[in-house]
């Protein structure tokens, strides 16, 4: 179970965009991830791997954590919603939750749970 200031570190990382560090600092290196029903990767390194392909294609991106944090033992729930700005000028926003394992202080399984319509780039609409 993630103590209250780990779990704050670890939003305040996410919130300033350092997608790849969190990564790195907060989960373990054997932890599984999961895209709704797609297969699991496993390892930090194959996530940090997805991170970095994923970001090498952002312009720009906004990351918020909409609170509550839900926290059940060794169990938490988020509420995400990002804003990606790609290269190509197309945007994607995309909410979701994260369903953790926590195991000590680092996340040892994580599922994503999103709408995958959301995924699909889109142009922006100017008002």
């Known amino acids: ?37 797609e297969p699991l990767r496993f390892g930090r390194d194959a996530h940090v791997a997805n991170e970095r392909k994923v970001m090498a294609r952002v ?22 919603i990002f804003h990606f700005e790609w290269l190509d000028g197309t945007v994607t926003h995309l909410e979701e939750l994260a369903y953790q394992r926590w195991q000590d202080e680092r996340i040892v399984e994580e599922t994503f749970f999103y ?13």
Not at 9 to 24: D, Q, Y
Not at 118 to 123: A, D, F, M, T
């Open 115 to 127: 709408d995958p319509a959301q995924r699909v780039p889109h142009v922006e609409e100017k008002y």
């Open 1 to 37: 179970m993630p103590s209250k200031e780990t779990l704050e570190k670890f939003i305040t990382r996410v919130e300033a965009n350092a997608h790849i560090e969190a990564v790195e600092e907060f989960y373990a290196e054997d932890a599984t991830m999961q895209e709704n029903n």
């Open 59 to 80: 312009k720009s991106l906004k990351s918020k954590c909409v609170r509550p944090v839900f926290v059940e033992g060794d169990k938490v729930v988020i509420r995400w």
